[in-house]
């Protein structure tokens, strides 16, 4: 995904998050498909685009998704299926907000994009739009990299889901 890396205005907002080398840790962690990094910047950007369309703050959109999975325990990690249950679905949206307070500052709406974001799995329900909007694409986009190694035909269906969204919102 590189059309983010043409858009200056995308690129300042998330400028000191890209810079940050803990962050960038998450780039060597395998997240579906993909990394974890790419993961985030595919949320992050997505969301921030859709959120301009829809005059929403694209700018807490755009550090609020790209902060979602910024932690660092791997599913494989943990032993037990309770445990990768607990990690994926309640413990790494907390760890996330936790990560990202500690490296840097974010307005209340940051904050609850991190920690809602595995709504309606996590039973934490999100406050603002911007929540929501980051909360479905990440499942859009979550189930299109499973999806990917299933059936290129999945895939396809999601990508034209989210051309149909975007092409609704102009």
């Known amino acids: ?16 998050i890209m810079d940050n080398e803990e962050f960038k840790k998450i780039g060597n962690i395998k997240h ?4 974890r ?14 959120a301009k369309k829809l005059k929403l703050d694209y700018k807490d959109v755009a550090v ?10 791997k599913i494989s ?11 994926f679905s309640t413990e790494h ?14 307005t209340d709406k940051e904050i609850n994009i991190i920690e809602t974001h595995m709504f309606p799995i996590d039973y934490k329900i999100p406050k603002y739009a911007e929540s929501w909007l980051v909360s479905i694409v990440d499942k ?11 059936s290129y035909k999945l ?8 051309l149909f969204l975007f092409n609704v919102i102009k």
């Open 140 to 150: 859009i986009l979550s189930f299109g990299e499973v999806s990917s190694k299933l």
């Open 155 to 162: 895939t396809y269906v999601f990508n034209l889901y989210l």
């Open 93 to 106: 949206p907390k760890e996330a907000v936790n990560n990202s307070l500690e490296y840097f500052s974010l």
């Open 1 to 16: 995904m590189t059309k983010y890396t043409k858009d200056q205005e995308y690129l300042f907002i998330i400028d000191k």
């Open 32 to 35: 579906h498909n993909t990394n």
């Open 64 to 73: 609020g998704g790209l902060l979602h999975d910024f932690y660092t325990e």
């Open 37 to 50: 990094l790419n993961h985030s910047l595919k949320v992050s950007y997505y969301s921030y685009k859709i």
């Open 77 to 87: 990690d943990c032993d037990k299926v309770k445990d990768k249950i607990k990690l």
